[in-house]
C-alpha cells in the first residue's frame, strides 16, 4: 500500500508563508505526477499546483506568482511554498499521487488558515 502524509499547515497572518510537504511511502517505483489540492468550507476542492516527473509544472491563477511546487524524487516528497498568503488561501491542502504501476492516491490533508 502506497500512503502520502502532508505536513507544515498551520495558521498564518496574511502576508506570511508557509511551506507543505507531501511524502508517498510504500511500494513506490516512480511517481508520474504530485498535485496539490485544496478546498475551502463550503467549496468544490480544486487543483492548486502540479508537478510531473520531468519537473514540468502547472498552477491555479489564483496562485501563479505566489505559490511553486517542487519534489525531490529521491525522497518521494513534493513541496508547496506559499508566499504572500492571502485569507482566501484559507483551506484544507491535499496532496495526490500518481504512483507508477500503483494508480492514484490522496493524502489525509493538513489545514491552513490565514487571518486577515
Known amino acids: 500500500q502506497v500512503q502520502l502524509v502532508e505536513s507544515g499547515g498551520g495558521l498564518v497572518q496574511a502576508g506570511g508563508s508557509l511551506r507543505l510537504s507531501c511524502t508517498a511511502s510504500g511500494r513506490i517505483a516512480g511517481i508520474n505526477a504530485m498535485v496539490w489540492y485544496r478546498q475551502a468550507p463550503g467549496k468544490q476542492r480544486e487543483l492548486v499546483a502540479a508537478?510531473?516527473?520531468?519537473?514540468?509544472?502547472n498552477y491555479a491563477d489564483s496562485v501563479k506568482g505566489r505559490f511553486t511546487i517542487s519534489r525531490d524524487n529521491a525522497k518521494n516528497t513534493a513541496y508547496l511554498q506559499m508566499n504572500s498568503l492571502k485569507p482566501e488561501d484559507t483551506a484544507a491542502y491535499y496532496c495526490?499521487?500518481?504512483?507508477?504501476?500503483?494508480?492514484?492516491?490522496w493524502g489525509k490533508g493538513t489545514l491552513v488558515t490565514v487571518s486577515s
Open positions: 508537478i510531473i516527473s520531468d519537473g514540468t509544472t
Open positions: 495526490f499521487a500518481d504512483v507508477v504501476a500503483r494508480g492514484p492516491f
